[in-house]
């Protein structure tokens, strides 16, 4: 069978947005549309088999709606948590797959939050010297965030010691999937958007600010939708470029000195939203001292 291309993966729907990024190594398509996930699985063709890599989490919610994709081969069900990005659990998902004679005519789809996507396209990308995957985030922080730009790895004493480039072939975002999340992983998600409403989006930063963000805010879709175009614009050159005035760096320097220290247990939107706080202050002291 031939193997699948880009536009062999999803079919266009009606009021959905779609965006098509072209990256330095790949085009990949975004498709934002809220519902999207329990639509019978339209955006997937079905000549192809499919193997799903997500966490025990997530099975608890949507085990049977998982096993109703077409063709699929099998779930692996891993345990939640940034543990799951190691060797022993990367070794085990390969030795599945080759013991279900997985080939690149086949598709991986991640679905979950960071941790599971980060793990699937590491394993996508070294697998077979890599097959094509997809990715479903499942919240806030991955749909705007880490599904985007094709950053994947694995730890070793470090987070993302080994670790890669390599896109995914689509990102299904589907807002509704975070009213399953913990109101502490939304939250973790919003430090992401006021991040972006800060460094680009005036008007967006207002609507947080006067708002309670929640996962049944009536414009959390619009807003998704405007972080996901951010994280496109500012994201483009990293790739290939180290731009080390990237407004994506914003908190991250100190934010993963924070993490560090604490051994990764600060959650990520605490950790994130700390980093930032020092940037400003660090900003704040700068202008006073070209001042004076």
Known sequence: PRSPGLGDVYKRQICMSELNVKYP?????????????????????????????????????YAKLLSTIPNLETILAIKPGEKAK???????????????????????????????????????STYLRGV?????????????NSSIGGKCGIDIINKNSIGAFYHPLTIIIDPQVLQTLPSSEF?????????YAMV??????QEISNNEITANYENLTELI??????????????????????????????????????????PYGKMIATGMYYDCLLYTSDAADDKA
């Open 225 to 266: 939708k405007r972080c996901v175009s951010i994280k496109i614009s500012l994201g483009l050159k990293a790739e290939l470029h180290h731009d080390d005035n990237n407004l994506l760096n914003y908190g991250l320097l100190y934010g993963n000195i924070i993490d560090r220290l604490s051994h990764t247990k600060l």
């Open 86 to 124: 190691s060797i022993s659990v990367y070794e085990k998902i390969i030795q599945s797959l080759v013991k279900l004679n997985i080939t690149k005519n086949d598709i991986i789809i991640a679905f979950g939050g960071g941790v599971i996507g980060d793990l699937t396209a590491f394993v996508a």
């Open 25 to 61: 190594s790949a085009n990949v398509k975004i498709i934002i549309d809220n519902g999207i996930v329990n639509k019978e699985w339209s955006f997937l063709n079905r000549e192809f088999r499919y193997i799903v890599i997500t966490d025990t989490n997530l099975t608890k919610f």
């Open 200 to 205: 680009k989006d005036e008007k967006m930063y």
């Open 187 to 195: 939250e973790n998600g919003i430090s992401d958007m006021i991040k």
């Open 132 to 144: 094509k995957y997809i990715q479903i985030p499942t919240t806030l922080v991955s749909q705007i």
